[in-house]
């Protein structure tokens, strides 16, 4: 099943930052957005995004 969230879903579920999700988003981290509303995330599309730039984790998401 896929899993929608919003900004705060996505950082408690992965467990990273708020600082850490912009720092992701401004790397190219995949997001979607209506026009004019709030971002969201697949969570399953992050995971992959963030193994794919070379992340993984431990206690947290780190190179």
């Known amino acids: ?5 919003n900004g ?3 950082c ?7 600082t850490l999700l912009y ?3 401004k790397a190219g981290m995949p997001y ?3 026009e004019g ?3 969201y995330y697949i969570a399953d ?3 992959d ?3 794919q730039a070379g992340y993984h984790q431990q206690k947290i998401w780190s190179k």
């Open 32 to 34: 979607h957005q209506i």
């Open 37 to 39: 509303g709030r971002a």
């Open 12 to 18: 408690r579920t992965l467990g990273f930052s708020t």
């Open 45 to 47: 599309e992050v995971e």
């Open 1 to 5: 099943m896929m899993k929608v969230l």
């Open 23 to 25: 720092k992701f988003r």
């Open 49 to 51: 995004w963030l193994r």
């Open 8 to 10: 705060k879903e996505l």
